[in-house]
């Protein structure tokens, strides 16, 4: 916990905190400045992993962006801010800010990791897969620190968060340096950013932590990511995206069924 800002940790910063986040719209979520310590923040900004490091891009029809989990290659803060989110004072600390008891966050690149964009980056609208489909633990809470020191507004790449029937986005949280935003993860979460314009010497950069839990009441049957186009978004991509997360989801669903991993 050494690594926080020390106004978060304190008894009535967390009573303050939840009461934030289980009144906030559209879903459950809280978005909290300066959320590292000054010094942890600025050493992940100044040393973080370059393009070529990160060894997963996912590019296609509903996204651009890149992503890495390997900690033994990335700079030692890195580590240090995982190991810090993977303790259990951390964990004590999240289950007070939300009221989600029990969390924890696994340790593959489905629990923590980096994101980053470069120009042209997007991520479309989408609810999250909702069980990890080899430990089969429930997922709940998605945690981003966002580590661009030189974001400006007009770059774009707000975390876009939408109402449950994807009719309109209530919210914009833009990606500004050492800004957290954790938000409940369920069928109705749905997130994503538009497609962002910067210059070669800035991306849009972010720490990832997933929380799980192993149990979950009222759960749903597994299914992976699902995108769903913008209400504005053209006639074509809106059956692409609904043709193509068919497709995926029932296969992926069939796949884990049979056991089989992928």
């Known amino acids: 916990m050494d690594i926080l800002n020390k106004e978060y940790v304190s008894t009535e910063a967390v009573s303050k905190l939840k009461h934030d986040f289980d009144t906030a719209l559209p879903y459950r979520h809280i978005v ?97 897969f909702n069980i990890h489909h080899i430990k089969n633990v429930h997922r709940r809470l998605n945690l981003l620190i966002y580590l661009e020191k030189n974001w400006k507004d007009e770059y ?43 210059p070669e010497d800035v991306t849009r950069k972010s720490f990832f932590a997933y929380f799980y839990t192993n149990e979950r009441d009222g759960a749903v049957g597994y299914h992976d990511t699902v995108f769903k186009a913008r209400p504005t978004e053209s006639k074509s991509k809106k059956v692409k995206t609904a043709v193509k997360e068919n497709l995926k989801n029932t296969a992926k669903a069939t796949l884990k069924k049979l056991g089989v991993k992928f």
């Not at 651009?64 to 190991?83: A, C, M, R, T, Y």
Request: overall charge negative; charged content about 20%; glycine content about 10%.
């Open 32 to 128: 909290m400045d300066n959320f590292l310590s000054e010094e942890v923040a600025l050493q992940a900004y100044e040393n973080f992993p370059g393009v070529q490091e990160l060894k997963t891009h996912w590019k296609g029809l509903n996204e651009n962006k890149l992503e890495g989990s390997d900690f033994g290659v990335f700079h030692p803060v890195f580590s240090q801010i995982k190991e810090s989110f993977t303790s259990p004072e951390f964990y004590k600390w999240v289950s007070g800010v939300t009221g989600i008891d029990e969390v924890f966050i696994t340790d593959d690149h489905m629990g923590s990791g980096i994101h980053q964009g470069t120009n042209g980056s997007f991520l479309d609208v989408h609810i999250d």
């Open 156 to 198: 774009g790449g707000a975390l876009e968060m939408w109402n449950a029937d994807m009719s309109n986005c209530d919210k914009m949280v833009l990606p500004m340096f050492n800004r957290c935003v954790i938000f409940e993860t369920s069928e109705i979460s749905y997130h994503g950013y538009s497609k962002i314009t910067i």
